[in-house]
């Protein structure tokens, strides 16, 4: 069945650095990326996403990259900040031509000061 | 417009009990997913509707089950609660023409089964 893994499931980095989430999914026909951020005790919300005909998509901090060959993408946060710590979390999406999201477990990122 | 609401948000019931969450979706928004979040699991998808027909399935017992209406809120049963049905139940709403529309999430139910 579709799967999606995602890594680090935790990451601690200092304020400033640059934070690295990747993912890897199993259908081929997943077309669409999104990467959301849930703070706590908040509600999921998008913050990038990326279509499967751009290989690169950034929004000033955060960038998103997508290897389609390779059935991989990541999330990049550069400059990170103390408010970027939250769990985020990648999906992929259109699997066999649905439109189910079948979303990675999870990176609870901590963002030192 | 307003949000994507979600009622009630919390529960507790007891196994073997059943339960009903709401959804009412972004206004013009067709498509309601329901998700279920726990610590270990993260984010499963339960099922999607569409104009009042359910478009997509995820791999829950029948136990679950859901509907939409004509104004596209829709609502989540879950019957012979077990204890593991304790979670935050999400739903999220889009456009829902396209699989890359966005979508938009409530603030969920926390269910607990004692």
């Known amino acids: 069945g579709e799967n999606v893994e995602q890594h680090p499931s935790t990451l601690s980095v200092q304020e400033g650095d640059s934070a690295v989430i990747k993912c890897t999914y199993s259908d081929s026909a997943s077309n669409y990326f999104p990467w959301y951020k849930q703070e706590l005790g908040k509600r999921p919300q998008l913050i990038i996403d990326i279509r499967s005909n751009v290989g690169e998509k950034k929004d000033q901090r955060i960038a998103v990259t997508l290897n389609k060959t390779a059935k991989h993408f990541s999330l990049h946060i550069t400059e990170t900040q103390p408010e970027d710590s939250a769990v985020y979390f990648c999906?992929?999406?259109?699997?066999?031509?649905?439109?189910?999201?079948?979303f990675g477990t999870g990176t609870r990122l901590k963002v030192l000061a | 417009k307003a949000g994507v609401t979600q009622t009630p948000r919390y529960l507790i019931k007891t196994r073997g009990q059943q339960v009903t969450l709401s959804c009412s979706p972004i206004s013009g928004h067709r498509s309601v997913s329901w998700y279920q979040q726990t610590p270990g699991q993260g984010l499963q998808f339960l099922f999607e509707y569409f104009s009042e027909t359910q478009r997509n399935k995820g791999n829950f017992p029948g136990r679950f089950s859901g509907r939409q209406f004509s104004n596209s809120r829709s609502e989540m049963n879950v019957s012979t609660l077990e204890l593991g049905d304790s979670a935050l139940y999400l739903c999220?709403?889009?456009?829902?023409?396209?699989?890359?529309?966005?979508?938009?999430f409530g603030p969920g139910t926390r269910l607990t089964v004692l």
């Open positions: 999220a709403s889009s456009l829902g023409g396209l699989a890359n529309n966005e979508q938009f």
């Open positions: 999906a992929a999406v259109g699997a066999s031509g649905t439109y189910k999201y079948i």
